[in-house]
């Protein structure tokens, strides 16, 4: 499943894909497949891009049924 929270909350930073690879010590690549929903990050690299982006695990990961 696609992540568009992370996505438009990367884009309302200001950042591109390579901008929060760098922060969070990942690459470009990496970012690119999370967002796109084929690549599922360990919790800590979930909690690098939150802190990143200033949101919190529930604004980016948890999925409400």
């Known amino acids: 499943m696609k992540n568009k929270r992370m996505k ?9 894909q390579e901008d929060l ?7 470009r690549q990496t970012i690119g497949l999370i967002e796109a929903g084929n690549y599922n990050p360990s919790l800590n690299l979930c909690v690098a891009i939150c802190q ?3 949101k919190t ?4 990961f948890w999925e409400e049924k």
């Open 8 to 16: 438009i909350a990367r884009i309302e930073c200001d950042m591109k």
């Open 21 to 27: 690879a760098n922060i969070v010590g990942v690459t």
């Open 52 to 54: 990143a982006l200033g």
């Open 57 to 60: 695990l529930n604004d980016l």
